[in-house]
């Protein structure tokens, strides 16, 4: 059986890709105080579609950072792993009025896709926070548990189907890990994939999919609502936000695994406009609006910067790398 640790994988995409742009405005703030951006207001990226982890963490951050750099504007701009953003957010050189979410997806995709753009064209401000993620069914799904799923997957794994985000991302690295961790040929999952969340859902809602894998905080409200059934979660324990769903260890599947999300401003900036990024993500960071969000989204705290952000980016590039090799991705 194979033991996977939190924040190893990663993504590529889907061949046809979108960009969507969507604004939106939060009042200035009488309490904003970030004296390096000399009135200018900051814009925030999220390159994906609106309602996925990147965008919820953009609109989360534009609240936090409210009393602190006063109006922020958030803008989607999705499509192939974040690499669309990406590629477009490297127009912004030199820019400290400019930053993007990204994350272990958009380190996966850059390699996946053999991107001419790759972080090095940014400057890297924070790692924010981590995400496990969930196996979910339809409510009425023949698939009773995670069992039933895993004996379907070995006497047929391309008969079962994954519905989840970017191809060659963290969902299709999970469903390949199961694959493995069962005995299974992780490149013979069937992963149906998809730019966005909502994409997904209407793919295992649809009937096109055995099984979705999202992001904890982005299926939790389908799952209050009924409208999906989790049988499984990535992390090491059981999560508060779902006390009754079994890990995946629990049910007899040696798999961990969780996502992690960042910040990045623009390559090209100076010394003193990064340092002064950075302190500024840190107070959003300590702040109780963020606080309570983690608490809400059901996220981890995992705030790194500088130099140690950096080096771990490094680490993450190279283990990524070699991951989607041996999965026949990259």
Same mark, same amino acid.
């Given at each position: 059986?194979?033991?996977?640790?939190?924040?190893?994988?990663?993504?590529?995409?889907?061949?046809?890709?979108? @960009?969507?742009?969507?604004?939106?405005?939060?009042?200035?703030?009488?309490?904003?105080?970030?004296?390096?951006?000399?009135?200018?207001?900051?814009?925030?990226?999220?390159?994906?579609?609106?309602?996925?982890?990147?965008?919820?963490?953009?609109?989360?951050?534009?609240?936090?950072? !409210?009393?602190?750099?006063?109006?922020?504007?958030?803008?989607?701009?999705?499509?192939?792993?974040?690499?669309?953003?990406?590629?477009?957010?490297?127009?912004?050189?030199?820019?400290?009025?400019?930053?993007?979410?990204?994350?272990?997806?958009?380190?996966?995709?850059?390699?996946?896709?053999?991107?001419?753009?790759?972080?090095?064209?940014?400057?890297?401000?924070?790692?924010?926070?981590?995400? /496990?993620?969930?196996?979910?069914?339809?409510?009425?799904?023949?698939?009773?548990?995670?069992?039933?799923?895993?004996? !379907?997957?070995?006497?047929?794994?391309?008969?079962?189907?994954?519905?989840?985000?970017?191809?060659?991302?963290?969902?299709?690295?999970?469903?390949?890990?199961?694959?493995?961790?069962?005995?299974?040929?992780?490149?013979?999952?069937? /992963?149906?994939?998809?730019?966005?969340?909502?994409?997904?859902?209407?793919?295992?809602?649809?009937?096109?999919?055995?099984?979705?894998?999202?992001?904890?905080?982005?299926?939790?409200?389908?799952?209050?609502?009924?409208?999906? !059934?989790?049988?499984?979660?990535?992390?090491?324990?059981?999560?508060?936000?779902?006390?009754?769903?079994?890990?995946?260890?629990?049910?007899?599947?040696?798999?961990?695994?969780?996502?992690?999300?960042?910040?990045?401003?623009?390559?090209?900036?100076?010394?003193?406009?990064?340092?002064?990024?950075?302190?500024?993500?840190?107070?959003? @960071?300590?702040?109780?609006?963020?606080?309570?969000?983690?608490? !809400?989204?059901?996220?981890?705290?995992? @705030?790194?910067?500088?130099?140690?952000?950096?080096? /771990?980016?490094?680490?993450?590039?190279?283990?990524?790398?070699?991951?989607?090799?041996?999965?026949?991705?990259?």
């Amino acid at each position: 059986m194979q033991r996977w640790r939190p924040a190893v994988v990663a993504p590529w995409v889907a061949a046809a890709v979108s @960009t969507v742009l969507l604004i939106l405005t939060t009042p200035w703030s009488d309490g904003g105080d970030s004296d390096f951006l000399d009135g200018r207001q900051l814009r925030l990226m999220a390159p994906a579609a609106p309602g996925g982890g990147w965008d919820q963490t953009s609109r989360e951050m534009q609240t936090a950072l !409210r009393d602190l750099a006063g109006r922020t504007e958030v803008y989607n701009v999705a499509g192939a792993g974040g690499t669309i953003g990406l590629s477009q957010f490297a127009r912004y050189d030199g820019d400290p009025t400019q930053l993007m979410v990204m994350g272990l997806i958009m380190v996966g995709a850059i390699e996946s896709n053999d991107s001419p753009v790759t972080l090095d064209s940014t400057t890297p401000l924070a790692r924010l926070t981590t995400d /496990y993620e969930v196996v979910v069914v339809p409510a009425d799904s023949a698939v009773r548990d995670l069992n039933d799923l895993v004996g !379907r997957m070995k006497q047929d794994l391309g008969a079962v189907s994954f519905a989840g985000g970017s191809a060659g991302g963290v969902e299709q690295i999970l469903a390949g890990l199961i694959a493995d961790a069962i005995g299974a040929d992780p490149g013979g999952v069937n /992963y149906v994939a998809h730019s966005g969340g909502g994409e997904a859902l209407s793919t295992l809602l649809s009937g096109r999919a055995t099984a979705g894998v999202s992001g904890v905080s982005e299926l939790e409200g389908q799952i209050k609502a009924g409208t999906v !059934r989790p049988i499984a979660v990535s992390s090491a324990d059981r999560l508060p936000a779902l006390p009754d769903v079994p890990t995946l260890k629990e049910s007899g599947v040696d798999v961990e695994l969780a996502n992690w999300r960042g910040v990045v401003a623009p390559a090209g900036i100076s010394a003193a406009d990064e340092r002064a990024l950075e302190d500024l993500v840190v107070r959003m @960071t300590q702040s109780e609006a963020w606080k309570e969000t983690l608490q !809400r989204r059901g996220w981890g705290d995992a @705030t790194l910067t500088g130099p140690e952000f950096e080096t /771990y980016l490094r680490t993450e590039r190279q283990t990524v790398t070699d991951v989607l090799v041996k999965m026949g991705i990259a």
